[in-house]
Nanobody
C-alpha cells in the first residue's frame, strides 16, 4: 500500500499563485507516473476526476486543457515527490485537488490517491 502525503493548497486571490506538493510514503520503483487531478463541480466519483497535470517516470508531462500555460508540474528531490506550481489562478480553479500515483502491480496499472487538498480562488 502506498500513501500519498499532500501539502499546499488554501485560499488565494484571483491572479495569484499557489504550489501543491505530494510525496509517496515509500520509495516505489513501480511508480510509472504521478500527478494531480481535481474533482470538478457537481462530480463525486473518483473516475470523473479531471486531469490537471501528470509527470511520468521518464519526465514526460501532460496537462489538462484548462491549465496549459498556467500550471507547471515537476519532480524534485526523491523521484517520488512532485510539485505543482499554479499561476494566474481564477475562481474556476477552485476545487479539491487529489494527488495520484500510477503503480504497476502484477502487470496491472493501479491508481492510488491522496486525501485531497482544497484550493479556493476568491477575492
Amino acid at each position: 500500500q502506498v500513501h500519498l502525503v499532500e501539502s499546499g493548497g488554501g485560499l488565494v486571490q484571483p491572479g495569484g499563485s499557489l504550489r501543491l506538493s505530494c510525496t509517496a510514503s515509500e520509495s516505489v520503483s513501480s511508480i510509472i507516473a504521478m500527478g494531480w487531478y481535481r474533482q470538478g463541480p457537481g462530480k463525486e466519483r473518483e473516475r470523473e476526476r479531471e486531469l490537471v497535470a501528470l509527470i511520468t517516470d521518464d519526465g514526460q508531462t501532460r496537462y489538462g486543457d484548462s491549465v496549459k500555460g498556467r500550471f507547471s508540474i515537476s519532480r524534485h528531490g526523491p523521484a517520488n515527490t512532485i510539485d505543482l506550481q499554479m499561476y494566474s489562478l481564477t475562481p474556476e480553479d477552485t476545487d479539491i485537488y487529489y494527488c495520484n500515483a500510477k503503480i504497476v502491480l502484477d502487470a496491472t496499472t493501479t491508481d492510488f490517491w491522496g486525501q485531497g487538498t482544497q484550493v479556493t480562488v476568491s477575492s
